[in-house]
């Protein structure tokens, strides 16, 4: 009944810049915190970013300083800009939910995913 969208993802050469969005849908109460995760190939995901419904922003050592996550409460949306992009950075991106469909009744939510491809 919950969805998350991602969209952003796409090619671009090492040094570039990318921004994602992922936008939550459908029977939803509220959003407690949300978060980006990644996975490439022949690797299990890992997380990539967090962001709590106050504000508060958590990054993996590999992109801190590099990635900003940021969310807009009113749109039930999170961004995720990414600069000075590597070629490790490649990964297909999964945007996760924390959120309340009803009063009492908590779940977790995945996207579909998008991929990212840093390269010449």
């Known amino acids: 009944q919950v969805q998350l969208v991602e969209s952003g993802g796409g090619l671009v050469q090492p040094g570039g810049t990318l921004r994602l969005s992922c936008a939550a849908s459908g029977r939803i109460f509220s959003i407690n915190a949300m978060g980006w995760y990644r996975q490439a190939p022949g690797k299990q995901r890992e997380l990539v970013a967090t962001?709590?419904?106050?504000?508060?922003?958590k990054y993996a050592d590999s992109v801190k300083g590099r990635f900003t996550i940021s969310r807009d409460n009113a749109r039930n949306t999170v961004y995720l800009e990414m600069n000075s992009l590597k070629p490790e950075d490649t990964a297909v991106y999964y945007c996760n939910a924390d959120l309340f469909t009803t009063p009492d009744k908590y779940v977790e939510v995945w996207g579909q995913g998008t991929r990212v491809t840093v390269s010449f």
């Open positions: 962001i709590t419904l106050g504000g508060m922003t």
